[in-house]
């Protein structure tokens, strides 16, 4: 027979864990056994539970992964927008370089670019339409 028992595994992990803290397997058997039947508890394992199987984040901080997706940094525009220059981007990149803002030219490197001037015909950064 496995252990712990499948049919009381909760039980038994608990008070492997309280055993170490308290005199007797004994009493940290009592202690899981409280702690397993607490309507309370239970009621708050089947919320987590059903959050988990649902794909939602269960909120609780002791849950590593939930509370990492909970605290984590939101994504900025800068996170998921499409970068210039590439393959489909029909942006024109200016410079400053001597002065005066300027298209660039086939002599200027990617260093000496200071922005981007978003076209109507990007598929990435077309410009947002003004509302009427």
């Known amino acids: 027979m496995p ?12 008070a492997q864990r309280i055993n170490c803290h308290v005199d007797t397997w004994k ?14 508890i239970r009621g708050e394992l089947n919320r ?5 199987t649902s794909g939602q984040p269960c909120g609780d901080r002791n849950c590593r ?8 940094a939101p994504a900025t525009a800068a996170d998921t ?7 489909d981007c029909t942006c024109i990149p200016w410079t400053r370089k001597y002065g005066t803002p ?3 030219g086939p002599q200027e490197t990617v260093s000496d670019i200071s922005g981007w001037e978003r076209q109507a015909d990007c598929p990435h950064h077309a410009p947002a339409e003004e509302p009427t």
Not at 48 to 52: D, F, L, N, S
């Open 3 to 14: 252990y712990p028992p499948t049919d009381d595994r909760l039980r038994h992990l608990l």
């Open 27 to 40: 009493l940290a058997f009592f202690i899981a056994g409280a702690i397993v039947d607490d309507p309370d």
């Open 48 to 52: 987590i539970a059903a959050a988990h």
């Open 65 to 72: 992964t939930c509370f990492e997706a909970a605290t984590a």
């Open 81 to 87: 927008e499409a970068q210039f220059g590439t393959e």
């Open 102 to 104: 300027r298209y660039c």
